[in-house]
T-cell receptor
Framework: QQPVQSPQAVILREGEDAVINCSSS?????VHWYRQKHGEAPVFLMI?????EQKGHEKISASFNEKKQQSSLYLTASQLSYSGTYFC??????????FGQGTILTVHP | NAGVTQTPKFQVLKTGQSMTLQCAQD?????MSWYRQDPGMGLRLIHY???????DQGEVPNGYNVSRSTTEDFPLRLLSAAPSQTSVYFC????????????FGPGTRLTVL
């Protein structure tokens, strides 16, 4: 079952902040975050593991609430290059990685 | 390293035809997956593999077959193409389950008439 992302779309001005949320109905081993530009393949941003370990992007942060099976991606001081579709991926204990429906982020000058 | 490669980049099929989408990676990754992407539906998992000889179903496996005879290759077979299979297909790989990012191929845009 796909994780659920919210909001579906966000429009920002440069320099503004945004939060994208991801929730799952099943127990998770890890949460992944990816960004996709139009016509391209998704590109890795972050991984968050049970126990609090993180690996990823310098200017983007994320959190993972294991008990609630929820994750949030924090985009601060947004830049034009942040525009794209953001996907959260949830990994179960069998190694299956499924993605949400995506959040479209648009940053205007 | 070429990373994850997919062929073809574009394909047009008629309803009922069969074909194989090719996927290869040169990073010695154990995990490989196939996703389809449709507008508003995100990335949906079709099949995945955690190693050579091991495959399992994802969320939308009907109408597709996979096999994993080598670590490098993970082909996706459409048995009898249907218009509902018109989509962009992404192959992806990662080293193991822990702490490893997933790399996506460039995608195959498939149209079924």
């Amino acid at each position: 079952q796909q994780p659920v992302q919210s909001p579906q779309a966000v429009i920002l001005r440069e320099g503004e902040d945004a939060v994208i949320n991801c929730s799952s109905s099943k127990a998770l081993y890890s949460v992944h975050w990816y960004r996709q530009k139009h016509g391209e393949a998704p590109v890795f941003l972050m991984i968050l593991l049970k126990g609090g370990e993180q690996k990823g992007h310098e200017k983007i942060s994320a959190s993972f609430n294991e008990k609630k099976q929820q994750s949030s991606l924090y985009l601060t001081a947004s830049q034009l290059s942040y525009s794209g579709t953001y996907f959260c991926g949830t990994e179960d204990f069998e190694g299956k990685l499924t993605f949400g429906q995506g959040t479209i982020l648009t940053v205007h000058p | 390293n070429a990373g994850v490669t997919q062929t073809p980049k574009f394909q047009v099929l008629k309803t009922g035809q069969s074909m194989t989408l090719q996927c290869a990676q040169d990073m010695n990754h154990e995990y490989m997956s196939w996703y389809r992407q449709d507008p508003g539906m995100g990335l949906r998992l079709i099949h995945y593999s955690v190693g050579a000889g091991i495959t399992d179903q994802g969320e939308v496996p009907n109408g597709y077959n996979v096999s994993r005879s080598t670590t490098e290759d993970f082909p996706l077979r459409l048995l009898s193409a249907a218009p509902s299979q018109t989509s962009v297909y992404f192959c992806a790989s990662r080293a193991t389950r822990s702490y490893n990012e997933q790399f996506f191929g460039p995608g195959t845009r498939l149209t079924v008439l």
